[in-house]
């Protein structure tokens, strides 16, 4: 979902999320059959498939959320590859995660608009089992950490106005959505509270929560971001239904990556769009090299 960057005027910017899907390099890292292992020409179409992408279609957003990136190296080598089209270099924010997989959250900014002050991941413990071993964190007995993939919050500067962006990437459903949901919704909620420790703070602080939060529009997960007392505004909601969906489950289209908006900030938004660059195709097209062509 971005507001889109063809209508972005000099004082505007582009905002925009993508989840990489399994962007990995060719080190095997964890010895484990979860870990996926791209031999390493599979991992140069990969990164010149997504550039093309960022760069061709999504227009070089002036802040680009990525989920599932294995390393920052990955981001760094991405952001090379993106100057020939972009003529910038994309500066990177990222900090590991303990996700079984290797998979973490990023962060890519045009240096020429925007500047990072901080980068944290905001752990959290809740009393639900979830068998994780955080190092930075130590839970209280009969509690387990929360994220196997944490927030990350970036401080921002805009054009010298200070930003707060939260990517996220909430738990999957792979276990069942019933299942699972109690975690995304207290998920939802530690994102809750670092918002309303925000606006405590300031009323009008420009923030933005974006990724793939692997739940419906409609659930109490995205319900508990939207409404009262958080009230963040869904940017998809300005998308016409036939077009709102951004992944697709056996034949079914689903909505489970949007940003939402602080009412600062969404009061600001000239539009947004979803770019169907992988939902409407099929997944052999991933590997496929004469696409490039």
């Known amino acids: 979902v971005i507001p889109q960057a063809s209508l972005a005027a000099a004082q505007q910017i582009s905002v925009a999320t993508f989840n990489l899907h399994d962007f990995f390099d060719a080190v095997d890292d964890t010895r484990t059959e979860a870990e996926p292992k791209p031999q390493p020409g599979e991992v140069q179409l990969k990164q010149t498939k997504l550039a093309r992408t960022i760069g061709?279609?999504?227009?070089?957003?002036?802040?680009?959320?990525?989920q599932e990136v294995e390393n920052a190296a990955l981001l760094h080598g991405l952001a090379q590859e993106l100057e020939v089209s972009c003529h910038?270099?994309?500066?990177?924010?990222?900090?590991?995660?303990?996700?079984?997989r290797g998979i973490d959250l990023g962060?890519?900014?045009?240096?020429?608009?925007?500047?990072?002050?901080?980068?944290?991941?905001?752990?959290?413990c809740g009393p639900l089992t979830t068998d994780l071993v955080e190092m930075g964190i130590t839970c209280p007995p009969g509690q387990d950490p929360l994220f196997s993939r944490?927030?990350?919050?970036?401080?921002?500067?805009?054009?010298?106005?200070?930003?707060?962006?939260?990517?996220?990437?909430?738990?999957?459903?792979?276990?069942?959505?019933?299942?699972?949901a109690p975690r995304r919704l207290a998920q939802a909620g530690v994102v809750s509270r670092l918002l309303l420790d925000l606006f405590a703070d300031n009323p009008n602080a420009r923030a933005l929560v974006l990724g793939d939060f692997n739940d419906y529009e409609k659930s109490e997960t995205m319900a508990h971001l939207t409404g009262e007392p958080v009230g963040l505004f869904d940017t998809s909601q300005l998308i016409p239904l036939d077009q709102r969906y951004t992944y697709n489950f056996g034949g079914i289209s689903q909505l489970l990556d949007t940003i939402l908006l602080s009412p600062s900030l969404a009061a600001r938004l000239v539009s947004s769009q979803i770019i169907h660059v992988n939902a409407d195709y099929p997944d052999g097209w991933a590997s496929d090299n004469a696409i490039l062509q």
Do not use: N, W
């Open 88 to 100: 910038f270099r994309y500066s990177v924010a990222h900090e590991e995660s303990v996700d079984a």
């Open 150 to 180: 944490p927030p990350l919050r970036v401080s921002l500067e805009v054009d010298d106005e200070p930003y707060t962006a939260i990517v996220v990437h909430f738990k999957s459903k792979r276990e069942g959505d019933q299942e699972t």
């Open 56 to 66: 061709e279609i999504l227009k070089c957003p002036t802040v680009l959320a990525v």
């Open 107 to 124: 962060l890519l900014i045009d240096p020429r608009r925007v500047q990072i002050t901080s980068v944290v991941t905001e752990q959290s």
